[in-house]
C-alpha cells in the first residue's frame, strides 16, 4: 500500500507508556473469554461480556514509552489509514445525510482502560461505543500476521477500517439498534452479532475502494484485505481451537461470509451495498 508518514496524530491517544492499568474484573474465566473473542476481532466486545472491569484508571502512572523502529512504523502507518479513513468517511457519510465526527484511536501495551471497561491486550482491536474511540495493541500486528496467517500492510489496514465501520454504525444508530432487538430477542442475538460485524468488513471495503480509485493500492494489497477477512471467520477460528465448528455460537460471520460483504463494499465503494440486516 502506498501510504506516507507524518501525518496528524490529532486523533492518536498514546497510553503505550501507561503502566498499573487496574484488571481486578477479570478472572482467569475471565482472561479466557477475552481470548477467545480475541480471536474473532473484538468490535464491540462489551455488549455481553460480564467479567470486564470497570475500576478505571485506579494507580495508572505514564512513564516514557519506548518503541522499536519497527512499532514506530507501525504507529505512522495506524497514523495515515485513520487519517485516511475518517477523511473518506468524512466526504461519504453526507450523502446520505448524516454527518460524520472523528473518533480517536488509543494505543496501548497489555491492558488498557476504556469507558466500556478495562481490557488485556488479548482482547483483540476494539470499539467502545460510550467514548468513541478505538483500542489496539500494536502487537497484534504481529498475531495477525503469525498466527492468523494474514501478512501485509493492507490486512493491519483492514483492521483499522474495520473498527472504524462499527465507529459508522454508531454514528448511524445502528448498533443501538441491534442491541436493543437482541435484548428483545435474545434467540437472534449472534445472527444479529454477525450481520453488524460484516457490515463493519463492508464499510471497510467501502473505503479500500476509495484507496483503489486513488492509485494507493500495490498488487497483492485486495489479496491481503481479503486473507485478513477470511482468517478471522468464526468457522475457520474455530476448527483452528480443535473444537466442533458450531454455527448457532457465531457472532462475527464465516469466512466465506467476511469475504463477500468486504469484497461487495470494495467493489461497490458505496454504504448502500452493505445492508447485511435485509438479506439471508
Not at 481470548?35 to 464491540?44: A, T
Not at 491486550?121 to 489496539?136: Q, S
Not at 500494536?138 to 473498527?163: C, M
Request: charged letters at 25%; one cysteine or more; glycine letters at 12%.
Amino acid at each position: 500500500m502506498r501510504w506516507s508518514p507524518g501525518g496528524s496524530k490529532r486523533n492518536i491517544e498514546d497510553r503505550r507508556g501507561q503502566r498499573g492499568v487496574g484488571m481486578k474484573g477479570i478472572g482467569a474465566g475471565g482472561g479466557l473469554i477475552l481470548l477467545v473473542l480475541s480471536l474473532i476481532f473484538g468490535g464491540d466486545i462489551f455488549s455481553g461480556a460480564g467479567p470486564v472491569s470497570t475500576d478505571m484508571g485506579a494507580g495508572v502512572e505514564q512513564g516514557p514509552i519506548e518503541e522499536t523502529a519497527a512499532e514506530r512504523e507501525n504507529v505512522e502507518f495506524v497514523t495515515f489509514v485513520l487519517n485516511d479513513a475518517q477523511e473518506v468517511w468524512t466526504r461519504v457519510l453526507p450523502r446520505y445525510g448524516t454527518q460524520y465526527r472523528e473518533a480517536q484511536l488509543v494505543l496501548f501495551r497489555d491492558a488498557v482502560d476504556s469507558a466500556c471497561g478495562t481490557a488485556p491486550a488479548a482482547a483483540g482491536p476494539f470499539y467502545c461505543p460510550l467514548d468513541e474511540k478505538m483500542y489496539i495493541d500494536l502487537s497484534f500486528f504481529d498475531e495477525l500476521h503469525t498466527r492468523f496467517g494474514a501478512p501485509g500492510d493492507f490486512a493491519q489496514a483492514y483492521v483499522i477500517a474495520h473498527e472504524i465501520g462499527h465507529h459508522v454504525q454508531h454514528i448511524l444508530g445502528t448498533n443501538q439498534r441491534v442491541r436493543q432487538l437482541q435484548e428483545a430477542n435474545p434467540r437472534e442475538a449472534n445472527d444479529l452479532s454477525v450481520r453488524l460485524e460484516l457490515q463493519a468488513d463492508c464499510f471497510a471495503g467501502v473505503w479500500g475502494n476509495s484507496t483503489e480509485q486513488r492509485r494507493l493500492l500495490d498488487p497483492g494489497d485486495v489479496e491481503e484485505g481479503l486473507a485478513a477477512a477470511a482468517a478471522i471467520g468464526d468457522d475457520r477460528l474455530q476448527g483452528q481451537s480443535g473444537g466442533r465448528v458450531n454455527p448457532e455460537s457465531f457472532t462475527h460471520g464465516t469466512s466465506a461470509q467476511r469475504v463477500t460483504w468486504f469484497r461487495r463494499g470494495f467493489e461497490s465503494g458505496s454504504p448502500e451495498a452493505c445492508d447485511t440486516f435485509n438479506t439471508r
